[in-house]
């Protein structure tokens, strides 16, 4: 291992040390620690954040409190937790700062294709990140990490870069006896000025030479004009087969003999970010142990014969681990057919995190499915129910029971879906191919001249559902340049239109998850041209403490957010559907409520799309709905006594046109699923109707919060304790007891029951 020592810093007489491990899940770090501790003279402790809760997992807070007693005990510490960035190790760092404690640091810099086949394998794990999960985990935390330096404050670094490495580490801190010493300074970091290892990276674009002395045609772009996956050097470069064009925004460079490449997003270069892009795994030759060679020689002829058809669309063969067998076989099989790379090329990566991860935005991914449609065992099918959430189990029920080999299915992902949110994902199409594994149902026996037609029908099968796709987006598209007038009153039906709800907008504030509510079964067709959610990510940057601009005024919306506005101005459409229409608003019923009682009341001016829009002009209006909101509280009051409501707007709602909410304080509501869910009601960022009245009142303008406190701590409305999941919370307030805060139980912020409008709970 290579070494840069200090040889006069180092301690001259055996004192505690503290040892900061650094490392991905599945890095070792544990194992690290066991196998110290077993065979080590010198008293350690472990204090791990998996474990630290009383055999739970814990918090930061604990995991330095229980580090600090060890250390004024005397005995030696290992910090087992990720602490893959400086901020984590800060505080670590600093139990450290009386001069008889050394200060290490292991990091565990191994290859990711380790970290997440360990993670993903795993069973029993104290932190329960294991199976589908662990993949996603580990590639997301990866891109934060930053390698740990000496100017933190550490007396000595330890780089592993392979398991020898790990080993020789274990060795050297299970012989560090009591009285026992290392030498302070950094070793085995083969670049002192890299941020990431070449071991777990080496496959990442670097810009080796000056942009002025490269040629033209294959110049460096200038880092301001890079994409975001190429400015960020933990992105995941796409893998592209030769002879790229140009004219494609893509930038190659050789990297041990491969043409790596990477697909722009920024700035400008959209033409290929609004291309409709279906992301596909291999299919059967993982689980169902089908033949690579063979799946390699169909994927390319089906690839060939529908990228023709494709007129403006791509292809994507994805693949978790660089060194993928089936990806290097069909990249080179593609190459020898002159494959446009335009319309297909390959990508290594999660096919759940293409565009967060990797800035590949994909409208329709595919998923290696198993007959039964199932979430479950593991590898991509595990993994996409997992990140597209309960909605694809729901949404896939009402297109198929099951599926046989050679066949596929697809299934509109309701945009309350994470991966519709996060991802851009608006279809998943099940695919199913033939299986070779005897230990899996329709076992072929190794018949592969059945199991190569299984396999060509579910290429074609798979490539003509999404071509399907395509040619509906393509009549839409048609459709709306003979109909211009008609432009800003047409609502897509999800189940038929394929979009990417991110394009064309600020890519750097997509939320994660829906904070408004979801679509219901009762609206399955497009209910007279109205079959959306009534929620949807938001399409615009939003500035903390934002107060309404010019920009605001000229948010542009994406298809999907307009329901709302839609309805409000042709309520007659939906009269069937709707509470109250009268000439200012319209009151409905949220589709997916957040309570047991939760209803809208809908402005009715055009042009008023949200609270950056209010003015003094339109202070009347908002009087008028909250008297509305009040009638409709009050009458659900007299249904029962035992309900409290409140009544608000999102700071940054995510539909068109200005709603309010009137909600009961329960929260009783399996529809609430998520922290962002409980915060958008329970945080500042929902404003009180009475309060927005006084502010457009003595300002002329309503103060809007920023959506960081979407991702709070979760806690009760009521006694304001703290819980560490949505369920744990459920379970505390549906017997919590406690008084209302005060400030909500002034200016008539609660509509309270009758009998209790005196009292203070």
Known sequence: MDMDVDETSGPKEGKPVLVILVGAPGSGKSTFCEEVMRSSTRPWVRVCQDTIGNGKTGNKAQCLSSAARALKDGKSVFIDRCNLDREQRSDFIKLGSEPQIDIHAVALDLPAKLCISRSVKRTGHEGNLQGGKAAAVVNRMLQKKELPKLSEGFNRITFCQSENDVKDAINTYSALGPRDNLPHGCFGQKNPNSKIQVGIMKFLKKAEVPVNAASSENAIEDST???????????????????????????????????????????????????????????????????????????????????????????????????????????????????????????????????????????????????????????????????????????????????????????????????????????????????????????????????????????????????????????????????PGKKSLELQDQSDCTRNPFANTDHKSKRDADHGSEKSKKYKGTLDGFGLTFTGSRDKKVDSERTRTDDSMSKAWGSWAQALHQIAMHPEKHKDDLLEISEDVVVLNDMYPKAQKHVLVLARTEGLDSLANVQNEHLQLLKKMHAVGLKWAEKFLQESASLVFRLGYHSVPSMRQLHLHVISQDFDSKHLKNKKHWNSFNSDFFRDSVDVIDEITNHGKATLKDDKLLSMELRCHRCRSAHPNIPRLKSHISSCQGPFPAYLLQNGRLVLPPAERHNNF
């Open 225 to 483: 004009s890079r994409t975001p996956a190429q400015n960020d050097p933990h992105c995941k470069d796409m893998e592209k087969v030769p002879s790229i064009p140009d004219n494609t925004n893509l930038e190659t460079k050789d990297v041990e003999g491969q043409a790596v490449g990477s697909v722009g997003s920024h700035g400008n270069q959209v033409s290929l970010d609004d291309t409709p892009t279906l992301a596909f795994p291999s299919i059967s030759t993982s689980d169902f142990q089908f033949n690579h060679e063979k799946a390699a020689d169909i994927i390319v002829e089906k690839v060939a014969e529908f990228s023709n058809k494709l007129v403006s669309a791509r292809l994507v063969l994805v693949d978790l681990t660089h060194k993928s067998k089936i990806l290097s076989l069909v990249k080179s099989k593609a190459a020898e057919k002159s494959i446009d790379t335009q319309k297909f090329f390959t990508h290594v990566g999660d096919i759940t995190h293409l565009y967060s991860a990797g800035g590949l935005r994909c409208n329709v991914i595919a998923n290696a499915a198993n007959w039964r449609l199932k979430p479950g065992g593991g590898g991509v099918n595990a993994a996409i129910f997992n990140a597209a959430g309960p909605e694809l189990e729901s949404a896939t029920k009402e297109k198929a029971k099951t599926l046989s080999p050679g066949n596929a299915v697809v299934v509109p992902l309701p945009s309350s879906s994470p991966l519709f949110t996060r991802e851009g994902v608006t279809h998943v199409i099940h695919v199913l191919g033939p299986n070779m594994n005897p230990q899996r149902p329709n076992y072929l026996n190794n018949d592969y001249n059945k199991g190569c037609k299984i396999l060509q029908d579910a290429y074609a099968s798979l490539f003509e559902g999404f071509a399907s796709i395509v040619r509906k987006q393509a009549e839409q598209a048609r459709g709306k340049k003979e109909n």
